[in-house]
């Protein structure tokens, strides 16, 4: 396993969730990361992305309410997820370029409701 996501969960709309991922110190060097998102029925889509140099770049639809960050050090990548709206419910996946290289996580669920 090379990706590990954590931190989904149910959360009221409104809410808060932050995700964590950790790159297994395989992946000698990993250029940008990101988080993409799986809605039922929808393809899977970027919600944001990192360069190494720690420029992010996020989807329309996540702009103001979701935050990106990483620690190269450690080889993570974090979303911090605001004012969450039930439409932002999906599996969200880790990813990790490495060269010509894509890793992916398993994925975590994410279910906002009330």
């Known amino acids: 396993v090379q990706l590990v996501e954590s931190g989904g969960g149910l959360v009221q709309p409104g809410g808060s969730l932050r995700l964590s991922c950790a790159a297994s110190?395989?992946?000698?060097?990993?250029?940008?990361m990101g988080w993409y998102r799986q809605a039922p029925g929808k393809q899977r889509e970027l919600v944001a992305s990192?360069?190494?140099?720690?420029?992010?770049n996020y989807a329309d639809s996540v702009k103001g309410r979701f935050t990106i960050s990483r620690d190269n050090a450690k080889n993570t990548v974090a979303l911090q997820m605001n004012s969450l709206k039930p439409e932002d419910t999906a599996v969200y996946y880790c990813?990790?370029?490495?060269?010509?290289?894509?890793?992916w996580g398993k994925g975590t669920l994410v279910t906002v409701s009330s």
């Open positions: 990192i360069s190494s140099g720690g420029n992010g």
């Open positions: 990813n990790a370029v490495s060269g010509v290289m894509n890793f």
């Open positions: 110190k395989i992946i000698f060097r990993i250029d940008a």
